[in-house]
């Protein structure tokens, strides 16, 4: 085997950019690490470079071009060419990781994608690799930093949810198109990648329900100041009996005491729970050119290191859609009597029941505050439409889930 290793670098952008120099500066390093030194053997652009001259040249190839096309062809024909590949793209693991694998097995090639999710923490490695022989029961994921940083704003400023955007943009914490990282999609994506892993489950981007922040409003975040309550974007991969899993992403209440409530910012955070371990917490920046670079170059490391992890697949588990949650609701309602026990009613009717009601206000203000006992989603739902029809309400009604495990 020559010492050196030619690494192919598609695309020169914020991250290829980053991780072309940090290469460079690192070079020796790896080298003492691995064993070999990596040497850049091209770098692709929209207007420059040739992927096929460069597929020629390398023994390793870095895709951060981002987006599907043209990056699944490149990195399906690198793969099954015996290249080994590096990626940070979520979308093209989250909607293309079994036949990437397949192209993998194929060519004999390893895949490796650490800064596809939560940046420069080392999800991936510790699920895969540190984790390999536990059974996971749960991940919860802060997995998006753009709207952890507008809810963190939101609470500590009472700003609302568009004053909050327009300030994570203007300080590069959100992009000039924010649709896919406050509608949650951005998460979903990162979450079927870490429920594949942890579970070796076939789950797909379509098996993800996913819910934004945009509708959340400043009062119920002091609401939620009031009871000690933070408010999170949250990813769930969750075992759900004997036979199934749960992956979804929603707004989430947490009550203090949980190792995600703390987390604030811009930062990411990933919790993984099983019987041998209780739960470890991992958190750090989720984004950033360097950050990601990094992950990268860790990555690169591994591959040129020898290994070759890729994930396997158990058929058993199914996705299940329905799961049990509590939840938050918020009603403005007329302030006369029989309405708390009409609302009382349809809850009952749909065996939901109420753990907490507090009212605000009186007249034109008044707002009824009511947290549920853990409840099966889709009878919640079936109560909220109900409710959501009855006259006497002054606005559609509001709801978030809550997590009530706490930690000590
Ligand atoms: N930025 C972050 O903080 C971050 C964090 C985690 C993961 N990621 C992931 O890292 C990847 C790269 O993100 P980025 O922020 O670096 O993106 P970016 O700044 O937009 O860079 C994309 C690069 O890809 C090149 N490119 C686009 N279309 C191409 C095509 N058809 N053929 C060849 N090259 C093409 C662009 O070429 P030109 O230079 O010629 O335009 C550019 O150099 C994405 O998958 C992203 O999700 C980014």
């Given at each position: 085997?020559?010492?050196?290793?030619?690494?192919g670098?598609l695309?020169?952008?914020?991250?290829?950019?980053?991780?072309?120099?940090?290469?460079?500066?690192?070079?020796?390093?790896?080298?003492?690490?691995?064993?070999?030194?990596?040497?850049?053997s091209g770098?692709l652009?929209?207007?420059?470079g040739d992927f096929d001259r460069i597929l020629a040249r390398s023994?390793?190839v870095?895709?951060?071009?981002?987006?599907?096309?043209p990056?699944?062809d490149y990195?399906t024909r690198a793969?099954e060419a015996?290249r080994?590949?590096?990626?940070?793209?979520?979308?093209?693991?989250?909607?293309?990781?079994?036949?990437?694998?397949?192209?993998?097995?194929?060519?004999?090639?390893?895949?490796?994608?650490?800064?596809?999710?939560?940046?420069?923490?080392?999800?991936?490695?510790?699920?895969?690799?540190?984790?390999?022989?536990?059974?996971?029961?749960?991940?919860?994921?802060?997995?998006?930093?753009?709207?952890?940083?507008?809810?963190?704003?939101?609470?500590?400023?009472?700003?609302?949810?568009?004053?909050?955007?327009?300030?994570?943009?203007?300080?590069?914490?959100?992009?000039?198109?924010?649709?896919?990282?406050?509608?949650?999609?951005?998460?979903?994506?990162?979450?079927?990648?870490?429920?594949?892993?942890?579970?070796?489950?076939?789950?797909?981007?379509?098996?993800?329900?996913?819910?934004?922040?945009?509708?959340?409003?400043?009062?119920?975040?002091?609401?939620?100041?009031?009871?000690?309550?933070?408010?999170?974007?949250?990813?769930?991969?969750?075992?759900?009996?004997?036979?199934?899993?749960?992956?979804?992403?929603?707004?989430?209440?947490?009550?203090?005491?949980?190792?995600?409530?703390?987390?604030?910012?811009?930062?990411?955070?990933?919790?993984?729970?099983?019987?041998?371990?209780?739960?470890?917490?991992?958190?750090?920046?989720?984004?950033?050119?360097?950050?990601?670079?990094?992950?990268?170059?860790?990555?690169?490391?591994?591959?040129?290191?020898?290994?070759?992890?890729?994930?396997?697949?158990?058929?058993?588990?199914?996705?299940?859609?329905?799961?049990?949650?509590?939840?938050?609701?918020?009603?403005?309602?007329?302030?006369?009597?029989?309405?708390?026990?009409?609302?009382?009613?349809?809850?009952?009717?749909?065996?939901?029941?109420?753990?907490?009601?507090?009212?605000?206000?009186?007249?034109?203000?008044?707002?009824?505050?009511?947290?549920?006992?853990?409840?099966?989603?889709?009878?919640?739902?079936?109560?909220?439409?109900?409710?959501?029809?009855?006259?006497?309400?002054?606005?559609?009604?509001?709801?978030?889930?809550?997590?009530?495990?706490?930690?000590?």
């Amino acid at each position: 085997m020559s010492d050196v290793v030619n690494v192919g670098i598609l695309g020169k952008g914020t991250v290829g950019g980053a991780f072309r120099r940090l290469l460079n500066e690192r070079a020796e390093m790896v080298e003492e690490v691995s064993g070999r030194r990596p040497r850049v053997s091209g770098v692709l652009g929209r207007k420059r470079g040739d992927f096929d001259r460069i597929l020629a040249r390398s023994e390793l190839v870095v895709e951060l071009i981002g987006g599907t096309d043209p990056a699944l062809d490149y990195v399906t024909r690198a793969l099954e060419a015996g290249r080994h590949v590096v990626t940070a793209n979520k979308q093209l693991l989250a909607q293309h990781g079994p036949e990437l694998v397949r192209a993998a097995r194929k060519g004999g090639a390893q895949l490796r994608f650490e800064a596809a999710v939560a940046g420069a923490i080392p999800v991936i490695r510790v699920v895969q690799e540190s984790l390999g022989a536990i059974p996971i029961e749960k991940v919860f994921g802060i997995v998006n930093g753009t709207t952890n940083y507008i809810l963190t704003e939101m609470a500590r400023s009472g700003l609302s949810y568009d004053d909050a955007l327009a300030q994570a943009q203007a300080l590069g914490y959100a992009e000039a198109d924010p649709t896919e990282d406050v509608n949650g999609a951005d998460a979903a994506a990162k979450m079927t990648i870490i429920a594949r892993l942890a579970f070796g489950a076939p789950v797909k981007l379509d098996d993800v329900p996913f819910e934004g922040i945009e509708q959340v409003k400043p009062d119920d975040l002091a609401y939620a100041k009031e009871l000690g309550l933070s408010l999170k974007l949250l990813g769930v991969a969750e075992r759900v009996g004997e036979d199934a899993i749960s992956v979804r992403v929603f707004p989430c209440f947490l009550y203090p005491g949980h190792p995600l409530s703390p987390i604030e910012g811009a930062f990411n955070a990933v919790m993984v729970e099983a019987p041998t371990i209780t739960e470890i917490t991992m958190s750090g920046p989720g984004a950033g050119g360097s950050e990601t670079a990094s992950a990268v170059l860790g990555d690169v490391v591994s591959v040129i290191s020898g290994g070759s992890p890729l994930f396997e697949e158990n058929a058993r588990l199914r996705v299940a859609r329905d799961v049990e949650m509590a939840f938050y609701l918020h009603l403005e309602v007329e302030d006369r009597p029989g309405v708390l026990a009409q609302i009382a009613e349809i809850l009952g009717d749909n065996e939901v029941s109420v753990r907490s009601v507090v009212q605000r206000g009186t007249g034109d203000e008044a707002v009824l505050i009511m947290v549920m006992h853990p409840v099966v989603e889709s009878r919640f739902e079936a109560a909220l439409k109900k409710i959501a029809k009855l006259k006497f309400l002054r606005s559609p009604p509001r709801s978030i889930r809550v997590i009530e495990e706490e930690f000590n």
